[in-house]
T-cell receptor, first 117, second 113 residues
Framework: AQTVTQSQPEMSVQEAETVTLSCTYD???????LFWYKQPPSRQMILVIR??????QNATENRFSVNFQKAAKSFSLKISDSQLGDAAMYFC??????????????FGKGTHLIIQP | DAGVIQSPRHEVTEMGQEVTLRCKPI?????LFWYRQTMMRGLELLIY????????DSGMPEDRFSAKMPNASFSTLKIQPSEPRDSAVYFC???????????FGEGSRLTVL
């Protein structure tokens, strides 16, 4: 079974600074999807960024980018120019493309990101 | 476009009562998922449906939990009888199979006293 580990329960960063959230995963598959979701206090789970394992290029969405290291099974999220609205829980998630019992997303335990004004 | 719609947003009930949570997925999405979120266990997949058919319910904690999807636009998660340890936020999510990402509802916060 796949597992996703987020080793940082909480991170704090000054507004306008850059912060990196860590995520590692364990899988025996070669093709899969990785995601970062944001959960603000409103509780809504919002997709931040996605990465297909077969793509070597790191995904980028505005101020959000990932550092995908397939061999190391690492998928970190970098937030540049942090804003107060970035304060939230961030979840790393894994999905196998093979379907069956692994068709849902497997989530890490989350990292609580605090933005200091 | 409307997102995934869940109801109720909050539910407070007493132990032993029946609880029904409802979900309307995004139109055109052919997969639906029910997740439970607690502080201790994080986000856990309870069950998911493809084209209204339950595919994997191995995450359902016990027989007190049941889920149905009578048509492509509606699903329910029922707990009968409810217990205090069922207190959690229950999320419904839907997906177009090819894209991978899930679109979540706002969740239903259940408190069982």
């Amino acid at each position: 079974a796949q597992t996703v580990t987020q080793s940082q329960p909480e991170m704090s960063v000054q507004e306008a600074e850059t912060v990196t959230l860590s995520c590692t995963y364990d899988t025996s598959e070669s093709d899969y999807y990785l995601f970062w979701y944001k959960q603000p206090p409103s509780r809504q789970m919002i997709l931040v960024i996605r990465q297909e394992a077969y793509k070597q290029q790191n995904a980028t969405e505005n101020r959000f980018s990932v550092n995908f290291q397939k061999a190391a099974k690492s998928f970190s999220l970098k937030i540049s120019d942090s804003q107060l609205g970035d304060a939230a829980m961030y979840f790393c998630a894994y999905r196998s493309p093979s379907g069956g019992g692994a068709d849902g997303l497997t989530f890490g335990k989350g990292t609580h990101l605090i933005i200091q004004p | 476009d409307a997102g995934v719609i869940q109801s109720p947003r909050h539910e407070v009930t007493e132990m032993g009562q029946e609880v029904t949570l409802r979900c309307k997925p995004i139109s055109g999405h052919n997969s639906l998922f029910w997740y439970r979120q607690t502080m201790m266990r994080g986000l856990e997949l309870l069950i998911y449906f493809n084209n209204n058919v339950p595919i994997d319910d191995s995450g359902m904690p016990e027989d007190r939990f049941s889920a149905k999807m009578p048509n492509a636009s509606f699903s329910t998660l029922k707990i009968q009888p409810s217990e205090p340890r069922d207190s959690a936020v229950y999320f419904c999510a839907s997906r177009v199979r090819s894209t991978g990402e899930l679109f979540f509802g706002e969740g239903s916060r259940l408190t069982v006293l």
